[in-house]
Each structure stands twice: as C-alpha cells, then as structure tokens.
C-alpha cells in the first residue's frame, strides 16, 4: 500500500506565501514524476507543474515565476513554494506521484493521488 499525505495549506493574503509538501510512505522501490494539480470551485481539476525524477521542471503559464517545485528523493517528497499569491489561486492542491511499489517480491506502477489541500487566497 502507498499513500501520499499532504500538507501546508491555509489562509493566505493576496501577495503573500505558503509551502505545499507531500510525503509519500509505503513499500516504495522508485518515484518518477512528481506533479501538483489543482482545482478551483466550480472548475476541473489541472496541472500546475511536474517534475521529473531527474529534477526537469515544468510549470502551468499562470504560475510561473511565482511557484517552484522541488523534490527530496531521499525522503520520498515534492513541495511547492507559491510566492505572489492572487485570489485566483485558491484551490485545493492535490500532489500526484508515479510510484514503483514493491509486494511480495514483485513490482507493479502507480499513479497515487493526495487528499488534497485547501488554499485560500483572500484578503
């Protein structure tokens, strides 16, 4: 079993910051990409930006220059520093990983999903 457990969401002023992290736990062998998705009110679900488990990066146009992922292979996370807050930021965050898991001596790929959290950008 793996799982994704995120945390570091709040209330946040327009201009301001917050860190999103997202730990992965479990029999895992290997994680390739990382990515964060969010997902406003009323609208689906997209891609704020990946990264690779090389360390390649990739951002959504409307967050870049304002939000940077990065990623601790040692300890099996992603986060993601958002600077420059605006109202249309507020989503909930979700942290996806591809992940390489190990049971009974054989490995099988995942893409495993996080919970979720919510950013609220709001003066």
């Known amino acids: 079993q793996v799982q994704l457990v995120e945390s570091g969401g709040g209330l946040v002023q327009p201009g301001g910051s917050l860190r999103l992290s997202c730990a992965a736990s479990g029999s895992i062998f290997s994680i390739n990409a990382m990515s964060w998705y969010r997902q406003g009110s009323g609208k689906t679900r997209e891609s704020v930006a990946f990264i690779t488990s090389g360390g390649s990066t990739n951002y959504a146009d409307s967050v870049k220059g304002r939000f940077t992922i990065s990623r601790d292979n040692a300890k099996n996370t992603v986060d993601l520093q958002m600077n420059s807050l605006k109202p249309e930021d507020t989503a909930v965050y979700y942290c996806?990983?591809?992940?390489?898991?190990?049971?009974?001596?054989?490995?099988?790929?995942?893409?495993?999903w996080g919970q979720g959290t919510l950013v609220t950008v709001s003066s």
């Open positions: 996806k990983m591809g992940i390489i898991a190990t049971m009974s001596g054989s490995s099988k790929y995942y893409e495993v």
